[in-house]
């Protein structure tokens, strides 16, 4: 839910990133979700199997609060999953994870593409160090088109007395599913009982995908359960995909449903499931999706 832990301005493209990005490894494998079949829709379009998942990582900790990147990466590799959001990411951040830079790391034991996001960028301990970053990321299997790191309403936990601002930490990739042209986001909402700055970031989210088209897919730690008012807004626009979904968090004995994946309208959800594991406090969740693409 929380880990102790420069901003850029909303929707700006890193176009270096985003190749950056898509170069990390090279071939992706072929999608694992490949065996699910769906028949063209009225409009002509032809349906395309992805499978996506949302995981809050925490920072590679798992229930037994010991840092363990070799039992994270395998709690991911398990999942089979095409695309999956990362929460609680941490780059040369700090001596609880070894400095590493677990999206980089993550992506080469995975065989997958990578986009980070940071939340926090901070000068190193040391001189001549790489910068200290904390926040977000999203795997894919499939080529990443595009990468931003959008900015929405934050409130510091690196600032004395903070006040709600707006901070980025909420990444957004386009990937190529077999030439279906898929949003993927992940999200990480604020852990305060207080729901104000989680009811700004929702308004915030709902702005920035309104200026795709296109399907889209909205993953991430919540931080409240589908039911909570400061949520309502985001059901006019997409669905949960796991209404009966079970609980994620904490990961040993769930007593709540906030890790969530929600997808747009003309998205299909062919099923869902959560992952036992304590290789983080959080489980992760699956979603087998069909995702429109257009005839060529």
């Known amino acids: 839910m929380k880990l102790s832990i420069r901003p850029t301005r909303r929707g700006t493209l ?12 090279g071939v992706a494998p072929l999608a694992t979700a490949a065996s699910l079949d ?10 395309v199997p992805l499978r996506v998942a949302t995981y809050n990582i925490r920072a590679g900790a798992g229930e037994d609060n010991v840092f ?6 395998a709690a991911i590799r398990s999942l089979n999953a095409d695309v999956v959001g990362l929460q609680e990411v941490d780059v040369h951040w700090g001596a609880r994870s070894n400095f590493v830079d677990e999206a980089k790391d993550l992506a080469k034991r995975l065989d997958m593409r990578v986009f980070f996001g940071p939340i926090y960028d ?3 301990l040391t001189e001549g160090a790489p910068r200290r970053q904390y926040g977000l990321a999203i795997l894919s299997r499939y080529p990443i088109l595009e990468a931003k790191n959008h900015e929405i309403t934050r409130l510091s936990t690196q600032t004395p007395n903070p006040a709600p601002a707006p901070a980025p930490g909420f990444p957004e990739v386009k ?3 077999r030439g279906a042209f898929v949003h993927v986001y992940t999200t990480h909402l604020d852990y305060r009982s207080d ?8 308004a915030d989210m709902l702005e920035i995908l309104a200026e795709d088209r296109g399907p889209k897919v909205l993953v991430g730690d919540f931080n409240a359960q589908p039911s909570a008012p400061e949520l309502a807004p985001l059901w006019q626009s997409l669905r949960d995909a796991a209404p009966n979904g079970g609980k994620t968090y904490p990961a040993i004995i ?4 906030i890790d969530l994946v929600t997808v747009s309208p003309d998205v299909t959800v062919r099923g869902t499931h959560e992952v ?10 699956v979603a087998d999706l069909l995702v429109p693409r257009e005839d060529d």
């Open 122 to 124: 901070l000068d190193p």
């Open 195 to 202: 729901p104000s700055v989680r009811r700004a970031q929702v």
């Open 68 to 73: 363990n990147l070799d039992r994270t990466a």
């Open 175 to 177: 990937v190529n599913v």
């Open 276 to 285: 036992a594991t304590d290789a983080s406090d959080h489980r992760p969740v």
């Open 14 to 25: 890193t176009a270096a990133a985003a190749l950056a990005a898509t170069m990390v490894l």
């Open 254 to 257: 769930p007593v709540s449903r």
């Open 38 to 47: 769906g028949a063209a829709s009225e409009d002509g379009s032809k349906p």
